[in-house]
Every structure is written in structure tokens, then in C-alpha cells.
């Protein structure tokens, strides 16, 4: 296609800056197929027999590959190989996916520790037919924006300046299911596991891994931060957070002046609670800061916030503790984030918007999983297939996530990282390659 002058669109700068970006040369797929090789030989010697090691080599760089769809068929039939060893070995192989976790977070501290990161918690549901996938039942799912059929997942995301990865994941338990001992038998759920909330399970992801992953923050949406028992466990055991809230939560403006007594003899009445919307609707606007959270693609990252010391009241009226509320609001889209802190005051504003942030690694984090690696394209049932599943996505994020930025180092595009159609194309050939060598071995 030409312009009107008659010069190609393709001879414009642009154009060529984004071609010369988009290029995939031959030394880049082999390096990444040794690259694959370096990375995979912390994880195979973990797998107890040369056949597991074999099929994890095989769905690892089949999750990495341009497959359509990455769950065991499509990827042993690429693979040249029978169909039932993979779909065995991702389903109830007799492998310990704890301790692939456990190295994992080793490699993720030593590639991407920050002591001013955040851990970023969260949920995320798959959508299920039937009635026999292990957790499954009418859960809501904000992907779907109504109540479905679905399982869901417990996450844990490292996110700091040097990069993000998802360090745990927990398959949630509903309570009627937690109770059906047929049905716990059937999918294999252990005893030792009992009905636990959500925001429970990440506060045990919290715990065991905090001391490993240099962090400054913990992070998470209003799933998990309007319940005022984390929070409380959280300031507890020493963790600095900032944890989105519902906009209609009730908060006492601790700054505010009190109300005048109604009879000389009677104490000052208290600053009564409103709603964090409304109380942030009231402010004037030279009360509101701009702040730059970061550079960005097309410009700073910029947004308006206003922040107040306040009290909220627990679900039996109890009022809580001294915390910090912050209105975060973004400058292009007018979104607003309500939040709930712990930070002391030598704490500055533009710290805790700067940490806040993080918490969109995790929805960056669980988008590239579904997207890239497969992550909600499973057929196992059972509570171990469900976790060997998402250890074995969440090794191929992690290489995902390293190699990105190995090649962004060197051909970075306009956002930095190499474009991730091109990404698929270096990784299929390095995945096919990977097979291919393993085979003949």
C-alpha cells in the first residue's frame, strides 16, 4: 500500500524503527533454545524418573509454543508423542509440585528481588461445564461479570522494578465442597485440607514466603482488603500494606473538627462515618496532589490523590485502628481506587501511590498466564492435576518473564520488551527444537 505521494507507508521511520524492532534472527532462536535448556536444568532434576522429566520438558515447552490451545493432546500430538503419559503426568503423576514451587521462588529471588517490591494477592476464576472439577460450583466471576459455573484460584505475584512472576497459587475450596466427603475422595483433596477463605489462603502464601521475597508492600483488590481481619493479622506480623477497599466503606475522618456539644454538660460529639466516595467527593481541589507514579510508553504515568487519617468500623460496629485512606485517582481514565494503609508517616504519599501500583502486575500476571501460557486451558479434575497444572504454567511464565526481558535488553520495541507475537515465534522454535533434542536422547 502506498501513500498519495507514491512513497511505501513502509519507507516512513516509524515504520522501519518497528520492523527493524520486530526482527528475529537465527542466533536469537538458538539462544533461546539454550537458554530454555539452562533454565529447565534447576526444574528436571526434581522430577523422579527420566519419563517425567521427559514429559515436563515436553508440556513446559509446549506452554512456551504458538499452540492454539495448550492443554496435553495438542501438545503431545505436536510433539510426535501418545497422548495418555502427558495427560497422566499432568493429572495424577506421582511428582512433587511443592517443591517445584520452592524452586521457583529461589530463581525468582535471585532474578528479581527488590527490596521495594510488593506482594500482590488476588483471586481469579476459570469457567467449568459439569459438576466434577474439583472446587467447582456457582461462584461469581468479575472476568465474566456474573455468577458461573467455575473454579477458582488463590494467586501470589512478586512484582518490583526488576520484573514480575507468579510465586504461588491456591485452588479455593467452597465449603459445601469441604464438607462432601464422596466428592473429596473422588478428586483426591488430602485431609489436612479444610474450608479456608480466600483471604486466608493468601495470608498463608504471605507468611510462608515473605521472609524469602524482599518486599515493602503487600497489595491486593477490595476482595481482600475490606476484611478487617487481614488487615488486623497483617499489621500483626510487621507487613507494610496498601489494599484497595469498596468505595462504600464507612471511615471516620480522624482530622476533621469534631461537632459542637448539643448541652454545655455533655462531651464533644464524635466526627460521624460516611462513605470513602462521599468523604473524597467533599474534598476541595487544592487538597488533591499530582504525583508520577512512573514513565510510561506515551508519556509520565500521572494521577491525583488525597489521603486522610481515619478509622473504620468493623463488620460487628467495632471501630478500628488508626489507618490511612488513599483516593487514587488516574488523570486520563478518571478511575478511582479507594485504599487502606498501614505506613507510617515518614511514609510519603507518592510511596504508597507507588505501591499501590504494583497491584496491576497481578492482572498483567493472570492476562499473559491465560493468554500466553495456557493457563486456564486444562482438562484435569482433581485437586492434585489442578496444582501440578498451574506449577508447571507458572515455570513457563517465569521463563517467559526472564527471556522477555534477556531480548528486551537487546532489541527493546517501543514499550521495551520484544512484541509477543515475535516472542512465540523465537520460543515455538525453541520449544520444538527442545522436543526434538529430548527425542532423539
Same mark, same amino acid.
Given at each position: ?19 527493524? /524492532? ?14 530454555? !535448556? ?8 526434581? =522430577? ?12 513446559? @515447552? ?17 510433539? %510426535? ?9 499432568? !493429572?495424577? %503423576? ?12 529461589? &530463581? ?24 466434577? @472439577? ?15 459455573? #467455575? ?19 491456591? *485452588? ?46 503487600? #497489595? ?12 488486623? +493479622? ?42 470513602? /466516595?462521599?468523604?473524597?467527593?467533599? &474534598? ?11 514513565? !510510561? ?24 485502628? &488508626? ?6 485517582? +488516574? ?7 479507594? #485504599?487502606?494503609?498501614?505506613?507510617? $508517616?515518614?511514609?510519603?504519599? *507518592? +510511596? ?27 482438562? #484435569? ?10 506449577? *508447571? ?8 518473564? *526472564? ?8 532489541? $527493546? ?9 515475535? =516472542? ?18
Amino acid at each position: 500500500m502506498e501513500q498519495m505521494t507514491g512513497t511505501s507507508i513502509l519507507d516512513a521511520p516509524q515504520a522501519q524503527k518497528l520492523l527493524d /524492532d520486530a526482527s528475529v534472527d537465527r542466533a536469537d532462536v538458538l539462544g533461546c533454545k539454550q537458554r530454555l !535448556g539452562w533454565f529447565l536444568q534447576r526444574y528436571l532434576p526434581l =522430577f523422579y524418573r527420566q519419563e517425567q522429566r521427559e514429559n515436563a520438558r515436553l508440556v513446559i @515447552s509446549g506452554r512456551l509454543s504458538g499452540l492454539e490451545r495448550k492443554t496435553s493432546e495438542p501438545i503431545a500430538r505436536a510433539a %510426535g508423542v501418545q497422548r495418555k503419559p502427558v495427560q497422566f503426568f499432568v !493429572g495424577s %503423576g506421582k511428582w512433587d509440585d511443592e517443591a517445584v514451587m520452592d524452586q521457583l521462588r529461589v &530463581q525468582v529471588a535471585e532474578e528479581l528481588a527488590d527490596p521495594n517490591a510488593a506482594l500482590v494477592i488476588d483471586g481469579s476464576t476459570f469457567a467449568k461445564k459439569g459438576k466434577d @472439577s474439583c472446587g467447582v460450583g456457582r461462584q461469581w466471576s468479575g472476568r465474566l461479570g456474573k455468577v458461573d459455573n #467455575c473454579q477458582t484460584g488463590v494467586f501470589l505475584v512478586y512484582a518490583g522494578a526488576r520484573g514480575h512472576a507468579m510465586v504461588d497459587r491456591r *485452588l479455593y475450596l467452597p465449603q459445601d465442597w469441604a464438607g462432601d466427603s464422596v466428592r473429596r475422595d473422588k478428586c483426591h483433596v488430602p485431609a489436612k485440607v479444610v474450608f479456608t477463605e480466600k483471604w486466608r489462603l493468601a495470608l498463608e502464601m504471605i507468611k510462608q514466603h515473605g521472609a524469602q521475597l524482599p518486599h515493602q508492600w503487600i #497489595c491486593g483488590d477490595d476482595e481482600f482488603g475490606k476484611v478487617t481481619e487481614l488487615r488486623r +493479622e497483617l499489621r500483626q506480623n510487621h507487613h507494610r500494606y496498601v489494599l484497595d477497599v469498596p468505595s462504600r466503606t464507612l471511615v471516620r475522618d480522624l482530622e476533621a473538627r469534631r461537632p459542637p456539644r448539643r448541652h454545655k454538660n455533655k462531651r464533644r460529639r464524635s466526627v460521624p462515618l460516611c462513605r470513602a /466516595d462521599v468523604w473524597a467527593a467533599r &474534598q476541595p481541589p487544592q487538597r488533591w496532589q499530582r504525583l508520577t507514579i512512573r514513565a !510510561g510508553e506515551q508519556g509520565p504515568l500521572e494521577v491525583e490523590a488525597i489521603e486522610r487519617r481515619v478509622q473504620t468500623m468493623d463488620p460487628k460496629h467495632r471501630l478500628g485502628p &488508626q489507618e490511612r485512606l488513599v483516593v487514587i485517582r +488516574e488523570l486520563k481514565t478518571r478511575h478511582t481506587d479507594y #485504599c487502606l494503609s498501614d505506613a507510617g $508517616p515518614e511514609i510519603s504519599l *507518592l +510511596e504508597v501511590v507507588q505501591g499501590h501500583a504494583q497491584r496491576h502486575r497481578m492482572e498483567e500476571s493472570l492476562q499473559e498466564g491465560k493468554q500466553e501460557v495456557g493457563l486456564g486451558q486444562y482438562e #484435569c479434575r482433581s485437586w492434585v492435576g489442578w496444582h501440578h497444572h498451574m506449577t *508447571l504454567c507458572l515455570v513457563a511464565l517465569l521463563f517467559l518473564t *526472564l527471556e522477555r526481558r534477556e531480548l528486551g535488553g537487546k532489541n $527493546p520495541g517501543l514499550d521495551g520488551f520484544t512484541n509477543t507475537p515475535d =516472542f512465540h515465534r523465537l520460543a515455538a522454535s525453541a520449544a520444538a527444537n527442545a522436543t526434538a533434542d529430548s527425542r532423539a536422547n
